[in-house]
């Protein structure tokens, strides 16, 4: 079975572009998380989404935003970037919302 | 979510056993212990989680105190593969699906 899959797997931008980041979770898991991970740190909890709704919101300004699809795939978006948003973006799934979560390979974005 | 500590860094012979602390001094009566590890530049992978008993699976042992403070997970033969930072980490599932990761340790396995 395919586990959790991200795309695109690395990605380049400028300050204050915007991105989109996806995600398709292992199939039958209807919840997905998204994380970020700055080099050196663990990763930090960003959104949980269950059945398309927001489940959860970790302490990061309103310029992320996300949203999940009827097929429970998910976009992370990130609106006028910033140097700091330089980092390794996973999205992780799970059956429900509290089962154990799966992670992706991440995406790593570069903002120059 | 309880905190947890870790030492940030271990070393292991290869084909020996790791054992990885793990303290979780204000743990509540239904929050899990998790763990998962990282290897350089990939998503982290599930390794194992318990509440009380130990548990084992094709990966690893879960081994937690009575008292539910402290944890230790173990690799039973180590190779050079299972080098890799390791968390652990401690939910609970009325908390809602986030994970909380701390700095985790460092487990180098040597040849």
């Known amino acids: 079975d395919a586990g959790v899959t991200q795309s695109p797997t690395h990605l380049i931008k400028t300050r204050g572009q915007q991105v989109t980041l996806r995600c398709s979770p292992i199939?039958?898991?209807?919840?997905v998380s998204w994380y970020q991970q700055v080099l050196g740190q663990g990763p930090q909890f960003i959104f949980q989404?269950?059945?398309?709704?927001?489940?959860g919101r970790g302490n990061f300004p309103d310029r992320f935003s996300a949203r999940q699809f009827p097929n429970y795939s998910s976009e992370l978006n990130v609106n006028a970037l910033l140097l700091g948003d330089s980092a390794l973006y996973l999205c992780a799934s799970s059956l429900e919302g509290e089962e154990t979560q799966y992670f992706g390979p991440g995406t790593r974005l570069l903002v120059l | 979510d309880a905190k947890t500590t870790q030492p940030p860094s271990m070393d292991c012979a290869e084909g020996r056993a790791a054992n990885l602390p793990c303290n979780h001094s204000?743990?509540?009566?239904?929050?899990?212990v998790y763990w998962y590890r990282q290897i350089h530049s990939q998503g982290p992978q599930y390794i194992i989680h318990?509440?009380?008993n130990n548990e084992t699976n094709e990966m690893a042992s879960l081994i937690i105190t009575e008292d539910r403070k402290s944890s230790t997970l173990i690799l039973p033969h180590a190779t050079l593969r299972d080098t890799a930072v390791y968390y652990c980490?401690?939910?609970?599932?009325?908390?809602?699906?986030?994970?909380?990761f701390g700095g985790g340790t460092r487990l180098m396995v040597k040849p």
């Open positions: 989404y269950y059945e398309k709704e927001e489940r």
């Open positions: 204000t743990i509540s009566g239904n929050e899990y």
């Open positions: 980490i401690v939910r609970s599932y009325n908390a809602g699906n986030m994970l909380t």
């Open positions: 318990g509440l009380k």
């Open positions: 199939s039958g898991h209807k919840s």
